[in-house]
């Protein structure tokens, strides 16, 4: 015997123009709530858009940052407002870690660097070595090495592994920087001691980077960097183009994606 299940009254009568209309409301509303949440709690993603932390990071690396790994302060919410000072849940970043922070003259810019120093450190650069606490922090495995900037621009220079002291009982942290010369004042600093609740950053394209080894007034000298800035640790590059070519020129797509740099942890 065939059966037929029960139809309630009303199925199969279309949905009125004001149903539809609230529930692609109700599900773009959900959508934004749970993109919210991941890019506040979670993670939030970055483009790079300049040279100064060749060659861990390139122009044109898209990155996830991490925001729960130091705890939370204002600048972990979208627009910064000012509900509280500080940091919640914080934890102190490891020296070497790469973290995406709040720019000390503008807090609406975004960087991304190294730290180096934390409170309580002795950093200095002479004749181009990085000197922590009064020991040469070794770089090992010279090579020459060519970057290309922002501008398009080829830089020839030379590539070693900086060999930085872990903090905490931590290993030791091996990532290359770039060297272009030994001459400046970038390579030629005072000592400076890292106050508490503050750390020293610096790009691994130590000569062409804007970092805490200037700590004067003008717009671009970043200092020592707050705690309070922090935005997050950078983790991988989810995506990476050189950007060699006009977006309308879609047949050099394939050809400028960096394949071999997708989904690189972040050393």
Same mark, same amino acid.
């Given at each position: 015997?065939?059966?037929?299940?029960?139809?309630?009254?009303? #199925?199969? =009568?279309?949905?009125?123009?004001?149903?539809?209309?609230?529930?692609?409301?109700?599900?773009?509303?959900? *959508?934004?709530? *749970?993109?919210?949440?991941?890019?506040?709690?979670?993670?939030?993603?970055?483009?790079?858009?300049?040279?100064?932390?060749?060659?861990?990071?390139?122009?044109?690396?898209?990155?996830? *940052?991490?925001?729960?790994?130091?705890?939370?302060?204002?600048?972990?919410?979208?627009?910064?407002?000012?509900?509280?000072?500080?940091?919640?849940?914080?934890? &102190?970043?490891?020296?070497?870690?790469?973290?995406?922070?709040?720019?000390?003259?503008?807090?609406?810019?975004?960087?991304?660097?190294?730290?180096?120093?934390?409170?309580?450190?002795?950093?200095?650069?002479?004749?181009?070595?990085?000197?922590?606490?009064?020991?040469?922090?070794?770089?090992?495995?010279?090579?020459?090495?060519? #970057?290309?900037?922002?501008?398009?621009?080829?830089?020839?220079?030379?590539?070693?592994?900086?060999?930085?002291?872990?903090?905490?009982?931590?290993?030791?942290?091996?990532?290359?920087?770039?060297?272009?010369?030994?001459?400046?004042? %970038?390579? !030629?600093?005072?000592?400076?001691?890292?106050?508490?609740?503050?750390?020293?950053?610096?790009?691994?394209? =130590?000569?062409?980077?804007?970092?805490?080894?200037?700590?004067?007034?003008?717009?671009?000298?970043?200092?020592?960097?707050?705690?309070? !800035?922090?935005?997050?640790? #950078? &983790?991988?590059?989810?995506?990476?183009?050189?950007?060699?070519?006009?977006?309308? %020129?879609?047949?050099?797509?394939?050809?400028?994606?960096?394949?071999? =740099?997708?989904?690189?942890?972040? %050393?």
């Amino acid at each position: 015997m065939n059966t037929v299940d029960h139809i309630p009254a009303g #199925a199969g =009568r279309p949905a009125s123009a004001g149903q539809t209309a609230l529930e692609y409301l109700r599900t773009l509303v959900s *959508v934004v709530l *749970v993109v919210v949440v991941v890019r506040t709690f979670l993670f939030e993603s970055f483009v790079i858009p300049s040279g100064s932390m060749i060659p861990t990071l390139q122009v044109g690396d898209y990155i996830w *940052v991490s925001k729960y790994t130091y705890g939370y302060s204002r600048y972990s919410f979208p627009f910064s407002p000012d509900l509280f000072s500080g940091r919640i849940w914080g934890a &102190q970043p490891h020296r070497g870690d790469v973290v995406v922070f709040r720019f000390t003259k503008d807090t609406s810019v975004d960087y991304v660097k190294r730290i180096i120093g934390l409170p309580g450190d002795h950093v200095q650069v002479t004749n181009g070595h990085l000197y922590l606490n009064g020991q040469a922090v070794p770089c090992v495995d010279a090579h020459p090495y060519v #970057a290309r900037d922002e501008s398009h621009m080829d830089m020839e220079g030379e590539a070693c592994t900086e060999e930085l002291p872990g903090s905490d009982g931590a290993a030791t942290v091996r990532h290359e920087i770039l060297k272009l010369t030994d001459d400046g004042a %970038q390579n !030629n600093t005072p000592e400076y001691v890292v106050p508490p609740g503050h750390f020293f950053a610096m790009g691994d394209n =130590r000569d062409d980077s804007a970092d805490s080894r200037f700590m004067g007034d003008g717009p671009k000298d970043l200092g020592f960097v707050p705690f309070e !800035n922090l935005v997050g640790k #950078a &983790q991988r590059i989810f995506f990476s183009i050189a950007d060699e070519h006009p977006g309308w %020129q879609v047949w050099y797509w394939p050809a400028e994606i960096r394949w071999p =740099r997708l989904l690189r942890s972040v %050393q």
